[in-house]
């Protein structure tokens, strides 16, 4: 069965500073990987996702994450977070064989301004 | 306009009472879910759907049933309210479960008395 898992789950920085938000899943087969947010108040919305080809990918607002499948990870990056990043992230593992998209527990990213 | 419509956004229920909460897509997309959100617990799967008359259990489906007649319609049956289902509820669909992006619907706050 697939699994997700993410390491951090509160983190606090200041504006400026770089983020790194890890995530790894557990899955025997070809997987397809995602990146939500959730602002406050809001649903989720999506990030970006990688399916296949070029393991690093680029999402909105500046955001991007590396596939390394030996790690079994998909890490979630910005060089530089503003206040307006404070939200709740989520990683998620979907396979086409299940049709099932499974998320990780969430890390809420607090930005100091 | 287009997208998931979640009804009610607010219930609150006495123990050992029942109720559906309502999903409809217009998106004629195959792939329909119901996620509970819990502090700390990130989105846990409950019930999926990959196509009319399919439907599949999650990682928590206990005490939650499901049904698809229709590919627009997705509800989500409560048998007998425990605390423990007090929760945020969340209904997704998708074109293809597993490698399609989710859309959300905008959440219904149930609280189990």
């Known amino acids: 069965a697939q699994s997700v898992s993410q390491h951090n789950h509160h983190v606090i920085l200041s504006e400026a500073a770089s983020l790194e938000l890890g995530c790894n899943y557990s899955?025997?087969?070809?997987?397809?990987l995602f990146w939500y947010v959730q602002y406050p108040g809001q649903h989720l919305q999506l990030l970006l996702k990688y399916f296949s080809g070029d393991p690093l990918v680029k999402g909105i607002k500046g955001f991007e994450a590396e596939f390394i499948k030996s790690k079994f990870s998909f890490n979630l990056r910005k060089p530089s977070v503003q206040w307006s990043d404070t939200a709740e992230y989520f990683c998620?593992?979907?396979?086409?064989?299940?049709?099932?998209?499974?998320f990780g527990q969430g890390t809420t990213l607090q930005v100091k301004p | 306009n287009a997208g998931v419509t979640q009804t009610p956004k607010f219930q609150v229920l006495k123990t050992g009472q029942s109720m559906t909460l309502q999903c409809a897509q217009d998106m004629n997309h195959e792939y329909m879910s119901w996620y509970r959100q819990d502090p700390g617990m990130g989105l846990r799967l409950i019930h999926y759907?990959?196509?009319?008359?399919?439907?599949d259990q999650g990682e928590v489906p206990n005490g939650y049933n499901v049904s698809r007649s229709t590919t627009e319609d997705f509800p989500l049956r409560l048998l007998s309210a425990a605390p423990s289902q007090t929760s945020v509820y969340f209904c997704?669909?998708?074109?293809?479960?597993?490698?399609?992006?989710?859309?959300f619907g905008n959440g219904t706050r149930l609280t189990v008395t």
């Open positions: 759907s990959v196509g009319a008359g399919i439907t």
């Open positions: 997704a669909s998708s074109y293809k479960g597993g490698i399609s992006p989710l859309h």
């Open positions: 998620a593992v979907g396979t086409s064989n299940t049709g099932k998209l499974i």
């Open positions: 899955y025997g087969g070809t997987v397809n």
